[in-house]
């Protein structure tokens, strides 16, 4: 039995060896899954799946792809998520059915609304959800610059209100990252951010199997994940995806990630325990609202119980930022106008993943094994 005091040592004394073996296994990890999808069954355009017919491949993952598609009756385009069941795993099984079930669940106008959830006679698992015109914040990023703080309070404060109800529904996103929102235009509702891909989402309400002794997997993207997520999969709540949110927020108003990339996985771990990030002022070298910069640092801390207490709190603390009143409806129409309300999507192929950490969903096995034996 480990006391409570080993369990809850904190990130800072976790020994140094434990991070040289991830970037190993993740290379191993990837390089498997890689090699899986290049000798699975071809999907594309033209692609039947139930009532949808794939039309354009618009993101990629390990597992599977998204794609624009259409339905055989209904005029509207829809995105279709599917997964490889040939090459993906029993576990990666579970997932996107936990996937597509908790995503069904949520109804915030800021989270992507599940049509359909479907299985192909050759085996495929897809769903279908409403087509999302628009951008990532990743995109919005690269293509336009950094985002005028008022405009990130904007973003920032809907994503934070779609969390509250996953969160009181005792759902963790566990993968919030500025390629998991896109940016949109509903009916004339423009800068509606819309949350996607709860491929990892914790179910913190599921009762816990005491008969379970497999082992515990990490999961998520190294650059947006808090430090209890990194070290105690079992600390994981509704603050780590604060912690994500305030990263994300980090990004849009310096343009730049917390941390500039390391390139490895190891060293990024090492920074995300060890190292506060520098402010946004500090990162940027001049002057920025002092009260926004200070939420989004205490989203960062590395302690949970000094982030904001949950979704809610965090949002109306945005909304009580003076530069709340710089940007609203108003503005937000007038630079989708400025970009003739078609703004530019990056297609699946030309991506910019670098294979690195920074923005790379990850999937490190055994890693509680790890930690257990460190633990002692
Ligand atoms: N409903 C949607 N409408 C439009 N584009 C989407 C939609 N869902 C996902 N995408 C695009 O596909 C990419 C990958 O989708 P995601 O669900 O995040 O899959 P993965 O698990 O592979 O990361 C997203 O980053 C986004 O660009
Ligand atoms: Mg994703």
Redesign the pocket.
Known sequence: MKSEQQAEARPEDRPKHLLRTLSTALRRAIGEVESDVRKAEPIGMGTKLGPYTLEQK?????????Y?ARHDRLPRP??V?LLRTRVAGEESQQLFQQEVLQTSRLTHPST?QIFDFGIAPNGIYYYA??????L?L??LVLDYGPVPPGRVIYIMSQVAHALAEAHEQGLVHR?IKP??I?LCDRGGVVDLP?L??F?LVADLQAPIDPGDSKPRVLLGTPMYMAPEALVESHRIDARTDLYALGAVAYYLLTGQDIFDDPCDVEGLIRLQLHVMPRTPSERLARKLPRDFERIIMSCLAKDPTDRPRDALALREQLLDCLDARTWGMREAENWWAAQGLCVR??S?DGTRMSGTSRDQ?TRIPEWQRRTDKIKG
Do not use: H, P
């Open positions: 618009i993101g990629q993952g390990g597992m599977g792809a998204v624009r829809v995105a998520k992507v959800m409403e087509y999302i015109e628009g990532t990743d995109d993968d390629a998991n896109l819309k996607v891909d491929g999507r990056r699946a969903t």
